[in-house]
Every structure is written in C-alpha cells, then in structure tokens.
C-alpha cells in the first residue's frame, strides 16, 4: 500500500452481458494523494471491465515499473498487462513484451494519447485498445465516490451503466489501437 494512501472500499455488481461475466466483488482501492476520483474511478472501471480469475491491481503510481493492474494465471504468469491514464510508448512496448495482452484506460482523450506515441516502437501496438468513456461521463460519475461504495456495473453491446450509491449514469464505451 502506498504511503499517505487513503483506503476507499468498493462493492461492485458486476454484469458485463457482453464477456459473459456476472461477479460480486469486493475491492480495496488505496488512493494516492495525487490522484482524483476520476483516476481512481478508472482505475476501478478498468479493474471490473477486465475482470477474469488473477486479477489483481498493484502498487500502481508508487511503482514504476508495473501497469495499474495485471492478471496472472494460476501459474504466476503475467497474461494481461493493464495501464490505466496516460502511460508513455516505452511502457506499453515492454508491457507488450512481458504480457499476451495489453490495454490502455483513459480518463483524458483517446486521440491525444495516441498521437502522443506516433511513430514510436510499440511492440505489437495495433492489438492496444485503448479504452475510454463519453466526455464528461467519469468527471461526474466520479462525485459520487465516498469512502465507501456501491457500484453496480452493468455492460451490454459496448455501452457502460454505472450506478454509484444510488446514482444512475451510462457512456458509450470507446476504443482505439495505439498504432
């Protein structure tokens, strides 16, 4: 856990129709001080949107060497590496290298982010979606979070429905490839 964090709890709902998953989840969030809600609440949707046996997120902004998340399998090998925000073409190429599957989550505009890494070397960078949500959608989901939260999760035909303590909101979800 990172130093000065604060812990916020998440009891998530998931219903992703599209994957075929249905879980209830329990998540510990710790929130470092220089990250938002916004960020948070992505890192959160990232987390429920990828989930499969061996996720799990790391030390994230304390660490500099691992993605917001990973899944590993039942062996201990990395499958999946996953960045959430605005992470740099050197990241994602070693991410490539390390994991079978990579994935970007974004709270900022996809478009920015890759032109960012034009003519860059990412190591397979047109299998990289790069995920992200209707403008303005995580800013006000995101004033919703209290240090405990429900949320229920629900995705059908790429569009998000978010309940947040009660609260109804819904966003198309985007993607693009980062090469």
């Known amino acids: 856990m990172a130093a000065g964090a ?29 990250e938002t809600d916004v960020f948070m609440l992505t890192r959160v949707l990232a987390h429920a949107l990828e989930y499969e046996e061996g996720i799990t997120f790391t030390e994230g902004l304390s660490s500099t060497d691992e993605p917001a998340i990973v899944i590993r399998d039942a062996t201990g090998a990395l499958t999946a590496w996953i960045e959430v925000g605005a992470p740099d073409a050197a990241r994602l190429h070693e991410g490539s290298m390390k994991a079978g599957r990579v994935a970007v989550y974004t709270h900022r505009d996809p478009a920015k982010r890759v032109a960012s890494w034009a003519g860059k070397r990412i190591h397979r960078g047109d ?13 006000t989901a995101a004033s919703g979070i209290e240090r405990r939260t429900a949320l229920t999760v629900s995705v059908t035909e790429k569009h998000l429905y978010l309940e947040i303590n009660g609260q109804t909101f819904s966003s198309d979800i985007h993607s693009v490839f980062a090469a």
Request: cysteine-free.
């Open 127 to 139: 299998e990289i979606p790069v995920v992200s949500f209707d403008r303005g959608f995580l800013e």
């Open 6 to 34: 604060t812990i916020y709890t998440f009891t998530v709902t998931l219903a992703d129709v599209d994957r075929g998953v249905y879980e209830d989840l329990s998540l510990r969030v710790a929130r470092h001080p220089s």
